[in-house]
C-alpha cells in the first residue's frame, strides 16, 4: 500500500494533517512521527511516496531531517514538503529548498493548497519512476540489439568470411605464377584480418561467456584481455555470489564494470586491478579496485568522464534499479569503486 508520512512534534498539527489527507487520499496511508529521528528511520523502513514535514522541532529541525534524506541513497528520491509557521520568510523558504527540499507550505495553510501541492509533488515523483522503469527497458532492449547484432556477425558474416578464407587459401599450388600465389596469400591474410576483427567486435557487443557463465567469469575474461592489450595484473574473488541476480541485472553491471575497467587503462597508470564480488545484508557487491595514480574525488564537485557513460551517466543507470555507485580515490592512492545493488528489493531483480 501507497505511504504519505506526515512529521511533527505537535500532535494536534498531526492529527490535522492526518484528517485533511486521509479524506483525499483514501487510497494512501498516513504515518505519523513526532520526532525528526523517529521520521528518517520510518521513511528508511516504508519508504513513503511523500513526507511532510514541519521546520520547527526540538533536537532535530526540518533542515536536518531534509538534508540527512536527502543525501541518502534510499531515501533521496522521496518528495519532501516543508510547512511551517517561517514560511513568510524569504531566506528560509530558500534555505529550506537549497538543503533539498521539493516545495514550501506556510503555516497557517489552506487545506486545499495543501492537497494541491501533495497533488503535485505525487504526480512529479510518479513521473520520475516511469521515466526509471523506461530507462530500464531501454537498457534491455539495447543489449538485445547488441546481442542479435553480434549473433547475426558471428553466423552470417563470420562464417562467410572463413569459407572465402578457406576456398582461397585451397587455391594456392605450384601451377600458379608466383605473383597470382602472393596476391592470394596477401588476400587471405587480409580475410584472415578481417575474421578476427569481426569476433572481436562481437565478443565486445555482447560477450557468449556473459550469457552462458555470468557476471564474474566474463569480467574474468575481460581482464584476460587488458593483460594481453596492456600487461596490467589482475586479481577477481568471488565470495558465493553467482547465480544472485538476473541476466539483465548481470548485463548492465558488467557493462558498468567494464568502463571502469576501460577508464583504469587509459588514465590511471595502474599495473594491478583487483576486482571482487560478495553478498551482505541482501545487497549485491562489486569492488573495483586499482594501484595508480589515483584523484582528489569530490562527489559534488567531480563530473569527470568513465569512458562512454560519466559518473552521473552510470549513478542514475544503476539508480533505475535500486542501485548505487560510491568513488573512494586521493592523489597517490589509486582508486576504488564500489557498485551495490539490492537482491531482493524487486522479484526482477532474480533469478
Known amino acids: ?14 492529527q490535522y494533517l492526518q484528517e485533511i489527507l486521509c479524506r483525499h487520499f483514501s487510497d494512501y496511508e498516513v504515518i505519523l512521527s513526532l520526532t525528526g529521528k523517529e521520521g528518517i528511520k520510518i521513511a528508511k ?21 531534509t538534508n540527512i534524506l536527502k543525501n541518502d541513497e534510499d531515501t533521496k528520491r522521496i518528495p519532501i514538503l516543508l ?11 530558500i534555505k529550506g529548498l537549497n538543503t533539498g527540499a521539493d516545495s514550501f507550505l506556510t503555516k497557517p495553510f489552506n487545506q486545499f493548497e495543501l492537497v494541491a501541492q501533495v497533488n503535485v509533488l505525487l504526480k512529479i515523483k510518479n513521473a520520475e519512476e516511469l521515466l526509471r522503469k523506461l530507462n530500464m527497458q531501454l537498457s534491455k532492449a539495447e543489449e538485445q540489439e547488441r546481442r542479435r547484432i553480434a549473433e547475426n556477425l558471428h553466423d552470417s558474416l563470420g562464417q562467410t568470411l572463413s569459407i572465402a578464407f578457406m576456398n582461397l587459401s585451397s587455391l594456392v599450388n605450384e601451377n600458379l605464377s608466383p605473383d597470382i600465389q602472393k596476391k592470394i596469400l596477401e588476400t587471405s591474410d587480409i580475410i584472415h584480418k578481417a575474421i578476427t576483427e569481426t569476433r572481436t567486435l562481437t565478443y565486445d557487443l555482447s560477450p557468449p561467456i556473459l550469457y552462458e557463465l555470468g557476471l564474474v567469469p566474463a569480467i574474468k575474461w575481460q581482464l584476460d584481455q587488458i593483460k594481453s592489450a596492456s600487461n596490467i595484473k589482475s586479481k577477481v574473488t568471488d565470495i558465493n555470489s553467482n547465480g544472485s541476480l538476473s541476466k539483465d541485472i548481470e548485463v548492465v553491471l558488467y557493462r558498468i564494470v567494464k568502463e571502469l575497467l576501460s577508464n583504469i587503462v587509459k588514465h590511471s597508470e595502474a599495473d594491478f586491478v583487483s576486482v571482487e564480488a560478495f553478498i551482505e545484508n541482501q545487497d ?39 542501485g548505487k555507485l560510491e568513488i573512494d580515490s586521493k592523489k597517490g592512492k589509486g582508486t576504488k569503486a564500489i557498485i551495490s545493488i539490492p537482491i531482493l528489493k524487486n522479484n526482477d531483480y532474480v533469478n
Open 1 to 14: 500500500m501507497k505511504r504519505i508520512l506526515a512529521i511533527d512534534d505537535n500532535k494536534i498539527n498531526l
Open 284 to 322: 549485491y557487491f562489486l569492488k573495483v579496485k586499482d594501484n595508480g595514480k589515483g584523484f582528489d574525488y569530490q562527489p559534488k564537485i567531480n563530473v569527470s568522464r568513465i569512458g562512454g557513460f560519466g559518473l552521473l551517466s552510470i549513478k542514475e543507470r544503476l539508480a533505475s534499479f535500486g
Open 83 to 93: 510547512i511551517s509557521a517561517l514560511g513568510q520568510d524569504t531566506d528560509i523558504r
Open 45 to 65: 523502513e516504508k519508504y513513503p511516496e511523500i513526507i511532510l514535514l514541519d521546520l520547527l522541532m526540538p533536537e532535530m529541525d526540518g533542515f536536518e531531517v
